[in-house]
T-cell receptor, first 114, second 112 residues
Framework: AQSVTQLGSHVSVSEGALVLLRCNYS??????LFWYVQYPNQGLQLLLK??????LVKGINGFEAEFKKSETSFHLTKPSAHMSDAAEYFC????????????FGKGTLLTVNP | GAGVSQSPRYKVTKRGQDVALRCDPI?????LYWYRQALGQGPEFLTY????????KSGLPNDRFSAERPEGSISTLTIQRTEQRDSAMYRC??????????FGEGSRLTVL
């Protein structure tokens, strides 16, 4: 069975500050890892994903995440927060070879203060 | 269409009534998925179709829940004899085979 833990249901940063959203997972097989973002009244949108290969993955809007197998982590970062980054972020894991049966974390709400 | 379309966006029903939630995927997308998201939780997988074939329904919580996609396009998720615990956001997604999932805005179901 797989699971995802997102540390911090709510993260608040100042505009221009580093964004760090934490995600740890458990999986008995090599995982695929995802970050999704949800803006108010919109559907989930894929930010980035890790399947195989390079462990540092770059996504849209300046976000990136690094797969660390030894730490079973896939933390999401952005060097400088923008007001438009305010949203809810979900980390998800799926079994290797599958990108449909996702197990999501509970989400982290990011607020950006001016 | 331009994106995944779900209807109704909001549904309030009384306990014991049946509800049907509709999903219209992105044109040409082979695969269609249903997820459920309770308040304060992440989405949970319900079921998945390739074309009209239901490939995996392991996430459907009980036999009151069913889904169909008879012509390989629009899908309906039906919940019979609704209960208060069924209240949630129901999310549909579609994709080209084995590619990125595109999610709709969801249908929020409230069972009184």
């Amino acid at each position: 069975a797989q699971s995802v833990t997102q540390l911090g249901s709510h993260v608040s940063v100042s505009e221009g500050a580093l964004v760090l959203l934490r995600c740890n997972y458990s999986s008995s097989v090599p995982p695929y890892l995802f970050w999704y973002v949800q803006y108010p009244n919109q559907g989930l949108q894929l930010l980035l994903k890790y399947t195989t290969g390079a462990t540092l993955v770059k996504g849209i809007n300046g976000f990136e995440a690094e797969f660390k197998k030894s730490e079973t982590s896939f933390h999401l970062t952005k060097p400088s927060a923008h007001m438009s980054d305010a949203a809810e972020y979900f980390c998800a894991v799926s079994e290797w070879g599958s990108n449909y049966k996702l197990t999501f974390g509970k989400g982290t709400l990011l607020t950006v203060n001016p | 269409g331009a994106g995944v379309s779900q209807s109704p966006r909001y549904k309030v029903t009384k306990r014991g009534q049946d509800v049907a939630l509709r999903c219209d995927p992105i044109s040409g997308h082979v695969s269609l998925y249903w997820y459920r998201q309770a308040l304060g939780q992440g989405p949970e997988f319900l079921t998945y179709f390739n074309y009209e074939a239901q490939q995996d329904k392991s996430g459907l919580p009980n036999d009151r829940f069913s889904a169909e996609r008879p012509e390989g396009s629009i899908s309906t998720l039906t919940i019979q004899r609704t209960e208060q615990r069924d209240s949630a956001m129901y999310r549909c997604a579609s994709s080209s085979k084995d590619r990125e999932l595109f999610f709709g805005e969801g249908s929020r179901l409230t069972v009184l």
